[in-house]
């Protein structure tokens, strides 16, 4: 079993919907957590950190429950420019140095 | 305005053979890393250094080596390729404390043959 797992997709929604994705992780010792997207096996950037309280960033709200070791991902108002991979990651290690990253949830926004 | 910068961009091996890596980053890093990638998966880790001086396994090691040569340049060694080792390799780091981002390399395509 994969430490951090997500739901492979596709999605495909038409432009404007909201689509949610989670992510679990295994490994309670896991520190920090975050959000990448990565667009055609181009290197992956940062979206958001996802903070124990929740945090949005315009069309952007991220989740985290650290009792049921989850994380998810909320796009409101969708843009025919967030078709991309979503990659869940976790930190963890001393220094939270080690970095692991899901499988990543494959999105594709329709007009 | 260099950031992470991965050589080479493409490399053919043939199965046996041997090549490394390389990596370096101009930004002052203490943390470096190394990831591979196959069609339709995630990111892997290979091999960590959380400080200069130190590596870490990751989640597939097998069949790699690292160098953390000093601060800027940590490199990943094939001792002799095999073709499940075909994959696109990143590069990444980060300063190395809790909630800031990784900066990455923009990718090696490998292909062994």
């Known amino acids: 079993r994969k430490e951090v797992e997500q739901d492979p997709g596709p999605f495909n929604v038409p432009e404007g919907a909201t689509v949610a994705f989670n992510c679990t992780y295994s490994n309670s010792a896991s520190q920090s957590f975050f959000w990448y997207r990565q667009d055609c096996r181009k290197e992956p950037k940062l979206l958001m950190s996802?903070?124990?309280s929740g945090n949005e960033d315009g069309r952007f709200t991220a989740q985290l429950n650290r009792a049921s070791q989850y994380i998810s991902l909320l796009i409101r108002d969708s843009k025919l420019s967030d078709s991309a991979t979503y990659l869940c990651?976790?930190?963890?290690?001393?220094?939270?140095?080690?970095?692991?990253f899901g499988s990543g949830t494959r999105l594709s926004i329709r007009p | 305005n260099a950031g992470v910068t991965q050589t080479p961009k493409f490399q053919v091996l043939k199965t046996g053979q041997s090549m490394t890596l390389q990596c370096a980053q101009d930004?002052?890093?203490?943390?470096m890393y190394w990831y591979r990638q196959d069609p339709g998966m995630g990111l892997r880790l290979i091999y960590y250094?959380?400080?200069?001086?130190?590596?870490d396994k990751g989640e597939v090691p097998n069949g790699y080596n690292v160098s953390r040569l000093n601060k800027r340049e940590f490199s990943l060694r094939l001792e002799s390729a095999a073709p499940s080792q075909t994959s696109v390799y990143f590069c990444?780091?980060?300063?190395?404390?809790?909630?800031?981002?990784?900066?990455f390399g923009s990718g090696t395509q490998l292909s062994v043959l």
């Open positions: 990444a780091s980060r300063v190395g404390q809790g909630f800031e981002k990784l900066f």
């Open positions: 996802v903070y124990s």
């Open positions: 930004m002052n890093h203490n943390s």
């Open positions: 250094s959380a400080s200069e001086g130190t590596t």
């Open positions: 990651v976790v930190n963890r290690g001393s220094s939270a140095s080690k970095i692991i």
